[in-house]
């Protein structure tokens, strides 16, 4: 079975930190994807890669930042968390074939920016 | 690009269907259907898609009116573990990103 894996299921931040979300996926998939998920909002897409080194901007990419070096690892980054970013976010990965971009997710991670 | 419209909320009886309704009136040619639910604090699971033609495998069935303009997904038989929200997405046809609506909340009752 394919498996996303994010580093925290739990995660508390202060105001102005800086915030970094791992994702890790073992099916050699070649797009890659950050969602984050709010009461009454559904998942909005922050960005995604469909490439090492390649990133797009979904339809909320402001405030946050993303990192593919490795195809199997993708980083969502807050360079300066602040409270409205407190949320819970959403890996997923796909194969990357267009007949086919059944998405898997990982378990989530719930941040608390204080 | 493609929205869906679907509705808020709906109730089902546990072992009966749950027939959901989706709703994709601009829907391109080469734009899949694709459905997906997430049950509370897990992240969404893949149910089924399609593009044309009726789909069924362990899970649901996928139902696509022959305009494509809406989608039904079937539940066969109903189980309380069902109880879900239940997102309906298209496939953007100019790139690979996927965008989810609000859902429809499904509960499923004994």
């Known amino acids: 079975d394919v498996k996303v894996t994010q580093s925290s299921r739990y995660l508390v931040k202060r105001t102005g930190e800086k915030v970094f979300l791992e994702c890790v996926q073992d099916?050699?998939?070649?797009?890659m994807f950050w969602y984050r998920q709010d009461p009454g909002l559904g998942l909005r897409l922050i960005y995604f890669?469909?490439?090492?080194?390649?990133?797009e901007k979904g339809d909320i990419p402001e405030g946050y930042s993303v990192s593919r070096e490795k195809k199997e690892r993708f980083s969502l980054i807050l360079e300066s968390a602040s409270t409205n970013q407190t949320s819970m976010y959403l890996c997923?990965?796909?194969?990357?074939?267009?007949?086919?971009?059944?998405?898997?997710f990982g378990s989530g991670t719930q941040l608390s920016v204080l | 690009d493609a929205k869906t419209t679907q509705p808020t909320s709906m109730d089902c009886a546990e072992g009966r269907a749950a027939n959901l309704p989706c709703n994709h009136s601009?829907?391109?040619?080469?734009?899949?259907v694709y459905w997906y639910r997430q049950i509370h604090s897990q992240g969404p699971q893949y149910i089924i898609h399609g593009l044309k033609n009726n789909e069924t495998n362990e899970m649901a069935s996928l139902i696509i009116t022959e305009d494509r303009k809406s989608s039904t997904l079937i539940l066969p038989h109903a189980t309380l573990r069902d109880t879900a929200v239940y997102y309906c997405?298209?496939?953007?046809?100019?790139?690979?990103?996927?965008?989810f609506g609000a859902g429809t909340t499904v509960t499923v009752r004994a």
């Open positions: 601009t829907i391109s040619g080469n734009e899949y």
């Open positions: 099916m050699d998939h070649e797009n």
């Open positions: 997923a990965s796909s194969p990357g074939d267009r007949t086919n971009e059944k998405l898997f």
């Open positions: 997405i298209v496939l953007r046809s100019n790139d690979y990103k996927l965008s």
């Open positions: 890669s469909y490439d090492v080194k390649m990133k």
